[in-house]
């Protein structure tokens, strides 16, 4: 119970580390996680898509109380970002004193260290986001 | 023939930090309670119905419905476990109304149980934030409190409110809950104890979130066979269950909940209730921005209207609601929520001790849901009179 699974970030490592998305044909939206069918009309008419990472924060909040294993990165800014693909996901934004956040700020994807699992020494990496440097 | 189920008795221990106690233990203490309540009542429960979230983390126990029967000297009976996140208690007493209501039970207990103070508060975390889609939202730490506040400052931006503004809720809840004997939190809040309260992720603070405590309750579900006559007769007069995309920030509107709108309109198109004689609602209150979007989604007021139109008496265009303290100040335990709400309504409408100084209650209702709006789940009861 409570332990990292290897299988686990090995089946999703497309959208842990490439932010894997499906376009819908038919509506023409994009959403993330990536489904079978489009969240908005139902259409399995989709495409299985990456984003180039770039995007926009569109809401933020500083969290200081997390759960057992995110203790050592308190406190952590997660964003609502909408990347320019056209989907939202709510990620770390990091790089930044979280009194410099702010909304319509551009962001762009960095491959970070997520979290470490003490019992088993696994270190887990995924998509965070930093103010774009473009 | 279809039968008319009717809450014929509840009971509970008050929501605390229970250290002495197991889920077993606390279950136990539930039923003495209704039993002492109700005693002219014959339970011989036929089904035994077990709400609870995370009993194989907390507990370490599966098939806990099984056990718990068997501590409770419950033999040849059928028994099942719901589980519907934090919504399970209502998720539980909507499948109790239907196996009555079928005819295949006669006479159904539901026990909502959850012990959440096992471990230290960041492991408690962790199981909670366990209701978020765990491959996803959970792989970054995205707590439901974090979830929480970006929905906060998405709706007070949207209809002009300020941290002040929403502060009433946790304010109101904290004092009403005073007079609950089952309510954990029984200390009143001051104007600014907002100002001393921990920032758990901005702009919300440990006030806007319900405590953690361990609890159960339990009501008997019958064909009308157990019931408790005494007083007045309760009846589910209707149910509803909704869900939506799990993760707010993908539907159209973040901040209006589509299941809690469409779980409350199916309770009372079910119930032979005009909309206008329910005038008492025990609602989901998690986090403060929650308990303003459930009264908007459930068409109490218009949307965004919530915040300015609640009445210091707790009134909101003239319905009740969260007389016994809510989420908030009642207490949360995770799967038993759902129970402790109907229960509240069951006393309301009873007219019992806490309810004596409002004006009698034909019908009343909870809504319960887990995380912000993903299922929800309404039970209605009124008066058989
Ligand atoms: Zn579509």
Known sequence: MFKDSVPKYWRLRDVVYRLKYIYCRDCGKSSFPPRSKCPYCGSSNIDHRYSKGNGVVEEYTVMYQSEARYQDYQPIVFGVIRLDEGFRIVAPIVDVDPNSVEEGMRV?????????????????????FRPSRR | MIQQPIVAGFGAVRIDRHFGMS????????????????TDIDLAPDTVIVSSMHPEIMQEQSGIAGVMADYLDLKGVRVYRVESGEASGLAAVN??????????????????????TEYPTSMITRAYSLIEDSDYKGFY???PAAEAALLAKIYMKRYGYSYQDLYKWPYLMHSTATTNPYAQLKFRLKDTSYEKSPIISDPLRLVDMFPYGDGAACIVVSDGSAVDKRDAVIAI????????IVDPFVRSDPVFFDAVKNSFNQAVAMADV???QIKYIELHDSFTPYAYIAMESMGLVERG??????SDDLTINGTYVNLSGGLKARGHPWGATGVYQVGEVFRALRGEEQYRSIDPIYAGLAQNMNGPGAQSYTTLLRRVD
Do not use: F, P, W
């Not at chain 2, 499948?95 to 959440?116: D, N, P």
């Not at chain 2, 007069?237 to 939506?244: I, L, Q, W």
């Open chain 2, 141 to 143: 730490g995205v707590t």
């Open chain 1, 108 to 128: 762009e994807a960095t491959l970070r260290r997520v979290r470490v699992d003490g019992s088993t020494g696994l270190i887990q990496y995924g998509i965070k």
């Open chain 2, 23 to 38: 889920s077993i233990d606390l279950a136990v203490e539930s039923l003495k309670d209704l039993e002492s309540r109700h």
């Open chain 2, 305 to 310: 209207a919530s915040v300015r139109s609640l």
């Open chain 2, 274 to 276: 005009n909309r206008d």
């Open chain 2, 237 to 244: 007069a209707g149910v509803g269950a909704s869900s939506d």
């Open chain 2, 95 to 116: 499948m109790a109304y239907t196996l009555i209501r079928s005819g295949l039970s006669r006479s159904t207990l539901v026990i909502g149980v959850e012990k959440v």
